[in-house]
């Protein structure tokens, strides 16, 4: 993107000044290294989303954008459903509710080193990863609808985890107002082998060392110290989000608002039928989502029992990077409730905001970036100042450099992990090509993404994470 | 299998994080059967994959090119439902309808080279037409 095109607010702030059809500025959080490196197209559909009703202040950009799907990923919009504001399915995603979940625990790296490879073996085993693995857990109908409604809550009344877990995932563990009847038969048949696995692409499950801490205070409030081992699971919705967002998607392009630029932009008013009951699936997807790293939790419980009977890990965070909440934010001056769409991007209440446990308040929301199998992940705090910048929102990942396809022509996977292995990294898949597409050369640097999350002031850093035992789908 | 025309191929095309497919064929059915065939090349090596069983799907929607995406994802569900990958597609459309035969295999990852799920058909850079040399393209953007 020609930085040029942009009007600068200041040194990470870049304006798309509303013209046309745009009823707010899009406003992209960056340097202008990353600018420059931002597809023309982030801009593009920036503009698209400040166009569409109901939308409030600004529709935002974060340090990692890409071009998405009729939102940019990496984009943030706020809609008041009293100004006509509207839900879009593309706003959301298809892998509803994708998110992150941190676990810590009290071993150090050196406890690790000596039976790694066992502990590396024994999550394999557990976690079912990669094109066509089903899980163990086969739901009835009227389970699936309990779950569906209940989230991590369900998983952790099924015997999924424990009751401690749910104070540290957003919303308690649960979406409210979800609603099983709005997902389609097809949707929960799709779900039916795939309760507790991990998929592919870019999830993954990683054993960690907490290798640099930047903000001592806020690292002990997470209960974080260096040279720890943190466990990260980057998985979403499976198969019912997938197909509630390709359901949804299609009726939206067909019965949804219009005018819009491009049906990609597919949306529907909030306060119509078709707006209630996406919102009504994109919630039960959202628990699907809650309910499937809740149980990978307790299957990482389990391996990491099998091998080390002392290391019990604990749930520091579970934070979702493609949903669309209610949340009262100040527009104007004047506190309103919105449906904020956060698309690969992460939610990052300040300190003492009113929705976190009284355990995080001091320190605010922790915000999971995950970076790559090969470099490093970061944990970080939300701001108080990102209220103001953009609806308490951060960014998600490093974001890819180079395509898929690029990237086979340039690493082989086995060579991958060897070079991996070398560096002390071991990576455990049952696909080489999966593992070459995800290549750590093929992602931006996510040390240059976080920074500028902190410096634009959407979060600030807390703790610095590298990778010893990667599962990869 | 009918015999495909000289014009019938497939490749892909970078998007993003994800991957973008395009089928081309001497006539619009065709370039659906290509298209499929790239969908698939997303996931697998498409010449690991025996023929051995066959699934019809049934698609509706009111235009062309909504009708390559319903197409797709009736492909990505079947695959998702049955674990399967499928190597070979029959498309018949008639008015806004189409009947699809695909034929493939139970996904065997030692065998497959897999690389990852198609999550869905979008309806990003979606485009079904016919160039003045009557060539017929199908393409869109895959989630993966």
């Excluded at chain 1, 676990?103 to 790694?116: P, S, V, Y």
Aim: glycine share 12%.
């Amino acid at each position: 993107m020609d930085p040029q095109s942009l009007s600068r607010r200041s040194e990470y702030e870049w304006w798309i000044e509303p013209a046309g059809q745009m009823r707010v500025p899009g406003i992209i959080y960056a340097g202008e290294q990353l600018i420059q490196g931002m597809d023309e197209k982030v801009r593009e559909q920036l503009a698209h989303v400040a166009g569409l009703p109901g939308i409030q202040r600004a529709a935002y950009a974060m340090p990692d954008a890409h071009w998405g799907y009729g939102f940019p990923i990496g984009g943030v919009a706020a809609f008041d459903p009293d100004e006509g504001g509207v839900i879009s399915a593309g706003g959301v995603g298809f892998d509803i509710s994708c998110g992150v979940r941190a676990l810590r625990t009290t071993f150090r790296a050196g406890d690790l080193e000596r039976r790694k490879a066992e502990l590396a073996e024994a999550l394999f085993e557990s976690i079912p990863a990669g094109v066509g693995s089903t899980g163990a857990i086969a739901l009835s109908e009227s389970e699936m609808d309990g779950m569906l409604r209940g989230g991590a809550q369900w998983a952790v009344a099924s015997g999924y985890g424990d009751a401690e877990d749910l104070e540290r995932i957003e919303e308690g563990g649960c979406a409210s107002g979800a609603r099983p009847d709005c997902v389609s038969r097809e949707a929960k048949k799709r779900q039916s082998r795939e309760m507790g696995t991990l998929g592919s692409g870019n999830h993954y499950l990683e054993v960690q060392r907490v290798a640099e801490i930047f903000d001592p205070a806020s690292a002990a409030a997470f209960g974080l110290q260096s040279d720890e081992i943190v466990i990260s699971i980057h998985c979403g919705s499976r198969g019912l989000g997938h197909q509630v967002g390709t359901d949804y998607l299609k009726t939206m392009v067909i019965h949804g608002y219009r005018p819009i630029p491009d049906r990609e932009l597919a949306c529907a008013p909030i306060r119509s039928e078709l707006g209630q009951q996406y919102l009504g699936a994109m919630r039960a997807a959202t628990n699907c989502a809650l309910a499937n790293r809740q149980i990978i939790t307790h299957l990482v419980r389990n391996a990491c029992g099998e091998v080390f009977p002392d290391m019990k890990p604990t749930l520091l965070y579970d934070v979702s990077h493609n949903t669309c909440k209610i949340e009262r934010h100040l527009v104007h001056g004047a506190s309103r409730e919105l449906f904020v769409h956060r698309k690969g991007a992460t939610r990052s209440f300040g300190p003492n905001h009113p929705d976190l446990p009284r355990s995080l308040q001091s320190a605010g929301q922790p915000v999971l970036i995950g970076g790559t199998m090969g470099t490093e992940s970061y944990i970080l705090a939300g701001t108080g100042q990102s209220e103001q910048l953009a609806f308490s929102s951060a960014c998600h990942g490093a974001g890819r450099a180079m395509s898929r396809t690029q990237a086979t022509k340039r690493w082989q996977g086995r060579k991958l992990i060897e070079e991996l292995r070398e560096r002390g990294v071991l990576i455990r898949t049952r696909s080489y090509r999966g593992v070459a597409e995800e290549a750590p050369g093929a992602y931006k640097d996510v040390n240059v993404v976080v920074q500028t999350a902190e410096q634009a002031g959407l979060a600030r850093r807390v703790a610095r994470l590298v990778p010893l035992i990667c599962v990869k789908g | 299998m009918t015999t495909p025309s000289d014009s019938a191929h497939w490749e892909h095309f970078s998007h993003g994080a994800d991957v973008g497919i395009r089928g081309f064929g001497g006539s619009l059915e065709e370039a659906f059967e290509q298209a499929a065939l790239a969908l698939t090349a997303v996931v697998a090596d498409v010449s690991t994959i025996a023929q051995a069983e066959s699934v019809e799907v049934r698609c509706h929607a009111p235009d062309s090119e909504l009708l390559l995406v319903s197409w797709l994802n009736a492909i990505i569900y079947e695959m998702a439902v049955r674990g399967m990958l499928f190597g070979g597609f029959r498309v018949v459309t008639a008015g806004d309808s189409l009947t699809g035969t695909l034929s493939g295999e139970k996904v065997d990852p030692e065998r497959h080279e897999l690389a990852v799920e198609a999550k869905g058909a979008t309806v990003t850079e979606l485009r079904v037409a016919q160039d003045q040399g009557g060539q017929w393209l199908a393409q869109c953007v895959i989630d993966v």
